[in-house]
């Protein structure tokens, strides 16, 4: 992106931001002073789309999908494309994908998508693949190596094993604290298929991988988890600028890992509460995400949001657009060597919650 175009980018990004009006995240990459390389795309992840009953939709997750495709073709300059994050839908019903694409068909520009488990465990992704094609794959945009993986696999005995009805199986994984559901993985078909896919790429080109669940371990009671993270890890230790971004947990969280930085992106639907185990676990999240300050239960787009991201220098700044919310922006650190958060990093500079009682 020319310098100028940048300026004006962030201007009406600003603009819009200062009017609260985004509810998207943008993510932009860059690739040293003047390149032309550098560039943006939007992200909208986890709208959860949930039929109450015929056409009947709940109509709060409906908003924050909408509102986050109104908001993202906004956007000027044009983001490169746009990447969607997985759980489009709630139950993993046909009807639940196909008006969750309905809306998402409004966005201008080439989709990208990834699966969730909410879109997996009823039928095994059978109706998403129908409709999406490939859950895992990789291509090349401006210098930098895109990677998808379906990262909500699980043991295939549990998967396979005799369930009363898809809906039973996908129930007990569509629980935030899922005791009879499983860990989820990559597992070894997909990461051999990534072992060969990286070997044609040489270890300076930056890599972004996209996946729903975290490719590293944060919580396993509420699955912000990936059983096999640490070998999918070890397929990407070799490479100078590697950065996962993924979906599923609803709220920022960031933690640099080697050379892998981690970015999480907000759900369009409804915020996830922060474990309160992340404190007496704290060997599975060497850094705490400072909070979002999520004031009010009450709100209804409050703590939800959508995310454009700057590629530059072969690493990735998402700017986080939250509705009703405080925006914020967590980028990479050169001298730190990690993703701080602009504004808030620092205690002192952080809003108090408000307490409702
Ligand atoms: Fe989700
Ligand atoms: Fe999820």
């Known amino acids: 992106m020319h310098d100028n175009s940048r300026r004006k980018f962030l201007k009406q990004g600003g603009a819009l931001l200062a009017a609260g009006t985004l509810s998207i995240s943008v993510v932009e990459l860059a690739f040293g002073k003047g390149s032309e390389d550098r560039f943006t795309f939007a992200y909208i992840s986890d709208s959860h789309i949930t039929q109450i009953k015929g056409n009947r939709f709940v109509r709060n997750w409906d908003r924050g999908l909408i509102r986050a495709v109104a908001e993202a073709n906004l956007l000027d300059p044009r983001p490169d494309f746009v990447f969607y994050g997985g759980d489009i839908a709630q139950l993993g019903k046909p009807e639940e994908i196909d008006h969750g694409l309905e809306m998402l068909a409004g966005l201008r520009g080439k989709v990208h998508y990834v699966m969730g488990e909410h879109d997996y465990y ?16 990789s291509f090349d945009h401006k210098g930098v190596h895109f990677v998808v993986l379906n990262s909500i ?3 295939e005995n549990w998967m396979h094993r005799k369930w009363d009805s898809g809906m039973d199986r996908m129930k007990q994984m569509a629980r935030l604290d899922n005791p009879n559901g499983q860990p989820f993985m990559v597992g070894d078909t997909q990461r051999d298929w990534l072992k060969k896919d990286l070997e044609k790429v040489s270890k300076n080109t930056p890599i972004v991988v996209f996946s729903h669940s ?6 396993k009671g509420w699955n912000f988890w990936t059983d096999d993270a640490e070998q999918v890890q070890a397929l990407l230790k070799p490479f100078d600028k590697v950065t996962v971004l993924y979906g599923h947990v609803h709220q920022i969280q960031t933690n640099q890992i080697g050379n892998i930085s981690f970015q999480s992106a907000m759900a369009t639907a409804w915020p996830w509460p922060y474990p309160a185990t992340y404190k007496q676990q704290a060997s599975y999240m060497p850094k705490l995400t400072v909070d979002m300050n999520r004031a009010d239960p009450f709100f209804e787009r409050d703590a939800t949001g959508w995310q454009f991201i700057d590629v530059h220098s072969g690493r990735v700044d998402v700017n986080y657009l939250l509705p009703d919310n405080t ?31």
């Open 122 to 137: 009823l039928d095994l992704g059978d109706y998403w693949r129908k409709q999406l094609g490939p859950d895992h794959y």
């Open 214 to 219: 975290p490719l590293q371990k944060i919580y």
């Open 153 to 155: 696999l699980t043991h």
């Open 327 to 357: 925006n914020r922006t967590v980028a990479f650190d050169e001298k730190a060597g990690h993703p701080v958060d602009t504004k808030y990093q620092a205690e002192v500079n952080r809003i108090p919650p408000q307490k409702h009682y």
